[in-house]
């Protein structure tokens, strides 16, 4: 039974009457909320989005996915087209789910084989009369122990990502998709960049949002708020990974390769992210 059904009949938490207050409609532009779960639909190139979750880290966005529905951002939504524009995008997270199945799975299957490596051990030299014997026993009675722990922590990781994989499935299927000025505002920009001749490229850098300066602007005008664009900059750089294991820049044609992103297109989200994190440095900002 999945972990979302065990929840049903608690006793909902302030938080939870806030999620669960009615959502505008389709169409409509919203402001990010912050009670819910969000992830935005990123222009990236005709056609095509990256979706990027308001929790970077996967357990966290599983555990909120748990509580309420997500909601959807996108820069325009299509009548009639929700539906599938929120199955994409659900498509789009639930590698995430996957990948920690998977690793669940090679952990379990990884100590189960010491457990079987062990006992066999144990076995062979319980076989053998004298003290091996008593070695034996000793040896049986820890790989026992050891291949107890292995199936109920373990195995219990392989149940809870399955559990949140369905889960934040159900909870897509409920998910609203609303249309978000901050999205739209990105997709009129990247589409300046790709038309724009070389000699013209800089001459507009408010329009093409090139730096700090032009985020803060979309913040006076209202296109977006502080909170909103510095947890737009936290999930891109959660998403795409531009910094390495040590802190370090990744060269951006790597970041470009993994993600399936023109370069350009990286460079410009890259641009975003370290906006934001300026501006996150910048105390007493109206939200």
């Known amino acids: 039974m999945s972990e979302q059904q065990n929840t049903r009949g608690r006793k909902p938490k302030q938080s939870d009457a806030k999620a669960e207050a009615p959502a505008p409609g ?3 532009v919203a402001p990010i909320a912050g009670d819910l779960p969000h992830v935005w639909i990123l222009p990236t190139a005709p056609g095509e989005f990256l979706a ?3 929790e970077a880290d996967v357990r966290a966005l599983g555990e909120h996915l748990r509580e309420t529905p997500p909601q959807v951002l996108a820069a325009h939504v299509d009548p009639g087209s929700e539906s ?3 199955a994409r995008t659900w498509k789009s997270i639930e590698p995430r789910f996957v990948d920690r199945i998977q690793e669940s799975i090679f952990d379990f299957a ?3 084989m010491v457990s079987i490596a062990w006992l066999t051990v144990a076995f062979g030299a319980a076989r053998i009369r004298g003290e091996f014997e008593d070695i034996g026993v000793a040896l049986g009675v820890l790989g026992l ?3 107890g722990y292995t199936v109920f922590r373990y195995g219990y990781g392989i149940v809870r990502w399955h559990n949140r994989r369905v889960d934040a499935s159900h909870a897509f299927a409920q998910a609203t998709l609303q249309s978000n000025k901050l999205a739209a505002r990105l997709a009129s920009a990247l589409e300046l960049r790709a038309n724009l001749k070389p000699e013209e490229r800089g001459k507009s850098p408010d329009d093409e949002l090139l730096d700090t300066n032009a985020y803060r602007k979309l913040i006076a005008d209202g296109t977006t708020t502080t909170r909103e664009l510095i947890a737009l900059g936290e999930a891109i750089n959660g998403a795409l990974k531009f910094q390495d294991a040590t802190g370090n820049p990744r060269r951006i044609s790597d970041v470009a390769k993994d993600a399936n992103l023109s370069t350009e297109t990286a460079i ?3 641009d975003l992210s370290a906006a934001a994190a300026e501006i996150s440095l910048t ?3 109206p939200v």
């Open 268 to 270: 410009f989200y890259r």
């Open 110 to 112: 990884k100590r189960m």
């Open 283 to 285: 105390a007493g900002m």
């Open 84 to 86: 599938a524009a929120v």
């Open 52 to 54: 990027v979750a308001s």
């Open 26 to 28: 389709a169409g409509s």
């Open 145 to 147: 122990g050891f291949l």
